[in-house]
């Protein structure tokens, strides 16, 4: 870095204080967009290097699947969640795509995802990407991108159906809301390569098996395809543990 944008660096952090993304408090200017703490905190999964993970058995239960990974768990009253809610419906991209950089960079260490070809973000209907002003699974997509480095494919495939916020919706209700809801439309882009699905939190994993789906269908089964998130619901890893020894 050159000696004026290190200056230039120097007056944005007297002007504009860093703090971290996830607690608010101030960060060294030697840390991240996480602080040290928070790092230390975090409620890592581990899952990028457990081949039975409770993701990988409630897809396969439903789509075939290579391998799937979450960084860290979802739970409630969380600075974790409070975190996501921010990028995904506050306007904070930046924060998101931070985040996706860590994620990625965790499934490299893992050497399980090294044959990944192409990431696809979880794409949002056309009317609520306009309302919010942007798709917060792209910008997890550009920093997995970053540090797992693969290149994504914004375009590959389009949400269809305006399906409302899936937040409060009951678990069989979900399903039925994602029937059909994506559709291929660059298939060529698709045919033949190892996919990885990107979105922020994995919950029932309906909206994905939905996504998996449509590219299976449309590359005639010539496709692998793997799933990672920021996040995973622990509701679900409790449901999956009781019926799989995850």
Not at 26 to 54: G, H, I, M, Q, Y
Not at 199 to 221: H, K, P, W
């Amino acid at each position: 870095m050159s000696i004026f944008a290190n200056i230039i660096n120097d007056l944005l952090s007297l002007l504009l204080p860093r703090v971290c993304i996830v607690c608010g408090e101030e960060v060294e200017a030697d840390e991240e967009s996480v602080c040290d703490l928070c790092k230390l905190r975090v409620p890592l999964t581990n899952f990028a290097t457990d081949d039975n993970n409770p993701m990988v058995c409630r897809l396969r239960t439903h789509a075939p699947i290579e391998r799937a990974a979450a960084l860290f768990w979802y739970s409630r009253d969380s600075n974790w969640r409070k975190m996501i809610h921010e990028f995904k419906y506050r306007g904070a991209w930046y924060s998101a795509e931070k985040m996706g950089e860590w994620l990625g960079r965790e499934l490299r260490k893992s050497g399980n995802f090294d044959d990944v070809d192409l990431i696809v973000p979880i794409p949002l209907h056309t009317f609520k990407r306009l309302k919010r002003g942007y798709n917060q699974s792209e910008h997890i997509a550009i920093g997995v991108s970053r540090g797992l480095g693969v290149k994504y494919d914004f375009r590959a495939v389009r949400r269809v159906s305006n399906t409302a916020s899936q937040a409060l919706t009951q678990q069989s209700e979900r399903w039925r809301n994602m029937e059909s809801v994506f559709k291929v439309r660059r298939e060529q882009q698709l045919r033949g390569r190892h996919i990885l699905i990107v979105d922020d939190v994995f919950t029932t994993g309906a909206t994905t098996t939905s996504c998996i789906e449509s590219i299976i269908t449309a590359c005639q089964g010539d496709v692998r395809i793997s799933v990672a998130t920021l996040a995973v619901s622990r509701r679900l890893v409790e449901e999956m543990s009781d019926r799989y020894d995850v």
